[in-house]
């Protein structure tokens, strides 16, 4: 309980900062999970862990699995890889005044529900919390135009992808990922 009154309580004032930006190619995933974009054709992101390339307008192929985005939807249809193959259909919404997004999914396995929001924070970062087999927070930063930095912590249980939420069975686990977006 109090893990989720402290997010809600760090969320809010972000949300009502008045930012206007001009965002940066960047990867159609949050840390771990998808949103309802894709990769344009022939663009792709290179980096730690991404090797996702656009093979047609509205698919992309790569380490993520396959994704397919609904044209003139936000909506996309996918089947990832990592952790496992599994389907999965992913929503994006927007969500306040700040450009802010929530991508909310359901998978096959292993963890059946996800959700994930992201909210700019200044014009070179972005706030991107998400809930799968437990929770991840942090900064997507935008060191130059193609260039993206994710710097978070995820609290993850040791029973893999089992929804039995209590205090004492989640462990810190930080991340560091980073890509290249660019085009062929």
């Not at 206007?20 to 663009?43: H, M, N, R, Y």
């Not at 699995?65 to 927007?94: E, N, Q, R, W």
């Not at 930095?149 to 039995?164: A, K």
Request: proline content about 7%; hydrophobic content about 45%.
């Amino acid at each position: 309980m109090g893990i989720g009154i402290t997010l809600c309580l760090s969320i809010m004032p972000i949300l009502t900062l008045p930012i206007v930006s001009a965002w940066a190619d960047e990867p159609t995933w949050l840390f771990t999970i998808p949103k309802a974009e894709c990769l344009g054709k022939d663009q792709y992101n290179i980096g730690f862990v991404y090797a996702d390339f656009g093979i047609a307008e509205n698919l992309e192929l790569g380490i993520h699995g396959l994704k397919y985005a609904m044209p003139g939807s936000d909506f996309a249809l996918g089947v990832s890889l990592i952790p496992m193959a599994s389907p999965y259909i992913v929503a994006s919404y927007g969500v306040g005044r700040q450009k802010g997004k929530l991508h909310l999914g359901i998978k096959a396995a292993p963890y059946i529900f996800f959700a994930g929001f992201e909210t700019p924070i200044s014009n070179k970062a972005k706030f991107i919390a998400e809930f799968t087999n437990g929770m991840s927070a942090g900064v997507r930063i935008f060191p130059s135009q193609k260039w993206t930095l994710d710097v978070f912590m995820g609290f993850i249980t040791v029973e893999v992808y089992r929804y039995n939420y209590g205090f004492g069975r989640f462990y810190p686990v930080p991340g560091i990922l980073f890509a290249y977006s660019g085009k062929l």
